[in-house]
């Protein structure tokens, strides 16, 4: 009797274990480290057994999630698009809205009903591909009048708004990163509604700013259920932030100053406070695009191009050595 209370007590912990990885809130390096730790004290073998050895087998049946959802949403897509025009204005919006409210509703079941087997995450993922379009389709198919972009920045913000209320419910990453992509699409259309004449500078200094933020809660989330989107906020982020920086470079005399210090200062926080290496190499391409730059702009007629060439070629060596040994002192760990 006792034995069999043990084996329920410890499927309980198991799938506890599982939820608690699916869901973000223990990642497997925390997992792993563990079971590294109670190996060391127990003297026994460096590879326990256990729930690490279905890691492996998780992440290949997420992987096979994903594929599954991707060919599902492409042949929704392609079907949609063979029978479009057979359609009438309930099917276009049952099709393309309804479709994709039914398969966010799966997946909310699944999450609740099962939340270790990742089918929510899936049945979300296909949603939120779907809703944004199909509620665009159902403000066409109503009529509405498209001369502003207020119809459609208003429509976003209420898949906006609906994302972020299954985020509060769920916590789960596939919402947040809705959340994001749909916050994103929305703050750009608010620009564009409340200044229709704003220029592209306009918009560069916007996406720096998306670009911040996107740093900003990549920092937050590290030790958070949202962990797994801290690479991807910090890649996004980065590339956002100075692409628009250096499009201004050539037009601008204050960015051409300033460019510098941001790009140094970008590898500087990437060490010290955002310990990323995606944001580390992303501050050496922009400090690196931008020698290119001022070298062809000021010293290529003077001193040559091919010389331009060999200093630039010294200088980049010189940029990589110094990223190597920051990564390998700060960041490798």
């Not at 049952?94 to 999450?111: C, K, N, R």
């Not at 990163?177 to 200044?195: I, K, P, Q, R």
Request: charged residues 10%; negative net charge.
């Amino acid at each position: 009797m006792t034995d069999k209370l043990q084996d329920i007590s410890k499927q309980d912990l198991l799938d506890e274990l599982a939820s608690r990885l699916e869901s973000g809130v223990i990642s497997e390096a925390e997992v792993s480290a563990l079971l590294q730790q109670s190996a060391n004290t127990t003297d026994s073998m460096p590879t326990p057994a256990g729930p690490i050895a279905r890691l492996p087998s998780l992440s290949i049946m997420r992987l096979l999630y994903v594929i599954g959802a991707i060919f599902i949403t492409l042949g929704v897509l392609y079907l949609v698009s063979q029978i479009w025009d057979d359609l009438g204005t309930a099917g276009r919006i049952f099709i393309t809205l309804g479709l994709g409210l039914l398969f966010a509703g799966t997946g909310s079941y699944f999450m609740l009903q099962d939340p270790t087997r990742g089918l929510g995450t899936v049945f979300h993922g296909i949603g939120g591909c779907i809703i944004p379009g199909g509620a665009l389709v159902t403000l066409d198919e109503m009529g509405v009048d498209f001369d502003s972009t207020w119809p459609i920045t208003l429509t976003i913000a209420m898949v906006f708004v609906f994302y972020s209320a299954l985020t509060l419910v769920h916590r789960r990453v596939i919402l947040t990163f809705w959340v994001f992509a749909n916050g994103t699409a929305l703050v750009y259309l608010l620009m564009d509604s409340l200044l229709p004449t704003a220029s592209g500078e306009h918009y560069d200094y916007l996406t720096m700013t998306i670009g911040i933020s996107y740093l900003i809660c990549a920092h937050l989330f590290r030790s958070d259920w949202n962990e797994r989107l801290t690479p991807l906020l910090n890649f996004f982020g980065a590339i956002g932030f100075y692409g628009a920086a250096f499009s201004q470079v050539p037009d601008r005399v204050v960015m051409e100053m300033l460019f510098p210090i941001l790009a140094f200062g970008g590898l500087a926080l990437s060490v010290a406070i955002l310990q990323s290496r995606l944001v580390l190499v992303i501050s050496n391409l922009a400090i690196i695009a931008y020698i290119i730059y001022f070298t062809a702009e000021y010293f290529a007629d003077s001193i040559g191009w091919p010389v331009a060439l060999i200093l630039l070629g010294f200088i980049i060596i010189g940029i990589g050595y110094f990223s190597i040994n920051l990564n390998r002192k700060y960041l490798r760990a």
